[in-house]
Nanobody, 123 residues
């Protein structure tokens, strides 16, 4: 059974950094896309970043230049490094993957989700 477990969230001041981790079980991160989404209160879940089986990376415009997605194949873990955080980055962050090897930015196409980790950025 595919399981994703996020960690690394917390409270940080604006301009600070965090690194989120997504540990995968029964899903090889070197084969399947792993994506990061976030959801703020009252808002729809939105795409943040993704890394596919070929290590190609994609980012939302809001993440470009500040966030970096990476992976450690030996640990079967995907990371999201977030720098220069802003209050508008405050949200619950989720990692997700799909049954197929396809990717995409639509959260509705993702089949497996972690429990989420809260990121709060104070001004």
């Amino acid at each position: 059974q595919v399981q994703l477990v996020e960690s690394g969230g917390g409270l940080v001041q604006a301009g600070g950094s965090l690194r989120l981790s997504c540990a995968a079980a029964a899903r090889n991160v070197s084969t399947y896309v792993v994506a990061w989404f976030r959801q703020a209160p009252g808002k729809e879940r939105e795409f943040v970043a993704a890394i596919d089986g070929g290590a190609r990376r994609s980012y939302a415009d809001s993440a470009k230049g500040r966030f970096t997605v990476s992976r450690d194949i030996a640990k079967n873990t995907v990371y999201l490094r977030m720098n220069n955080l802003k209050p508008e980055d405050t949200a619950v962050y989720y990692c997700a993957t799909r049954r197929s090897v396809l990717g995409g930015t639509n959260y509705q196409n993702y089949d497996y989700w972690g429990q989420g980790t809260q990121v709060t950025v104070s001004s």
